[in-house]
């Protein structure tokens, strides 16, 4: 049991859900300065606070949700639920996780600290209330993607595009459209019982959901690109090389579009066959959506190094 214990928690503070808080590296990836060490540092605390923090919230959630788990096909395994973490435990777990994050975060500055409390706010307000709330707790899991972005943005001390805003927000509400309907389709009849918003939510109602985030995703990213891409002669005039670089990096932006909304497709088609349960899994064994969302990064990658060379 002394042995079980320790990795029990650690199970509990859900490890591959760490992922996720990669996306505190967007705002600075895009803006082109992950290069820079004072730039750098920052978001890697930034993403420290975020895998704290999360957990801290995941064992909180579980120990609200211990008997709706234990319904559940797969989380009657989580470690709270089957017992093998006290929930007493998993509490002073949960609080000293959180406690760091939020002195981590201090030590970064301001803003991050802001971003962190608000996030925790979120969190804290979505297990005890929001995730009862239909719309709302779809809404309340989308914000969380998005706080993540800002966090990175904020840390970085980086300026956000008003369409890489966008673009995360609705790809945010997909994903989550997608797991709702995952869910729905792995649980059937006990969906209702486990998450009561499943017994509110209609298959054509999470099919329009998704369509509408899909739809906004792919209009977003595609003005975003040539917005990126218009940028690039204003910063890059003058000599004939440089001309030359910043026709390449608009080209590169205009590119971009074509493997972003294949990765898009991909997940939406990926979604339609009731696999988005968990996205992360997804997103990490589906080879299509791999290639695509590396070249996509690739092409960025080039056009963001280029305008900013």
């Known amino acids: 049991m002394a042995l079980r214990l320790p990795a029990g928690i ?5 490890p591959p859900q760490w992922a ?15 290069t820079e060490a ?9 993403f420290v606070c975020f895998c704290l923090a999360a957990s801290g919230t995941y064992l909180l959630n579980d120990v609200r949700d211990v008997e709706s788990d234990r319904k559940h096909p797969t989380k009657r395994n989580r470690p709270i639920a089957a017992g093998i973490v006290p929930a007493r435990v998993a509490v002073l777990c949960a609080v000293a996780l959180i406690a760091i994050s939020l002195l981590l975060a201090a030590t970064v500055n301001s803003g991050l600290l802001l971003t962190m409390g608000a996030y925790l706010v979120l969190t804290t307000t979505y297990v005890v ?17 998005v706080v993540r972005t800002i966090a990175g943005a904020t840390a970085a001390r980086v300026p956000i595009s008003p369409w890489f805003f966008v673009v995360t927000s609705f790809g945010a509400l997909l994903m989550v459209a997608g797991k709702r309907e995952g869910e729905a389709t792995e649980l059937d009849v006990d969906a209702a019982d486990i998450r009561p918003t499943l ?23 595609c003005l975003w690109a040539f917005e990126s891409a218009g940028s690039a002669p204003d910063s890059l005039a003058g000599l004939a090389h440089q001309r030359v670089v910043s026709d390449v990096s ?15 497709l991909r997940y939406a088609l990926l ?5 988005g349960s968990e996205p992360e899994k997804l997103v990490m064994h589906d080879r299509t959506l791999q290639v695509a969302g590396l070249v996509w990064a690739i092409i960025y990658a080039c056009g963001v190094y280029l305008t900013n060379s």
């Open 271 to 275: 979604l339609d066959q009731g696999e």
């Open 129 to 145: 209330y929001l995730k009862f709330q239909p719309i709302l707790d779809i809404v309340a899991v989308a914000a969380g993607y």
């Open 199 to 221: 017994g509110v939510y209609t298959p054509s109602y999470l099919t329009y959901l998704r369509s509408v985030s899909s739809g906004v995703v792919l209009v977003s990213y």
């Open 250 to 264: 608009s080209v590169l932006f205009r590119v971009s579009i074509v493997p972003f909304v294949i990765a898009i």
């Open 20 to 34: 996720k808080n990669a996306l505190v590296f967007a705002a600075p990836v895009a803006a082109g300065v992950m």
């Open 38 to 46: 004072d730039k750098l540092r920052p978001t890697l605390l930034a």
């Open 10 to 14: 650690f199970r509990a503070m859900r």
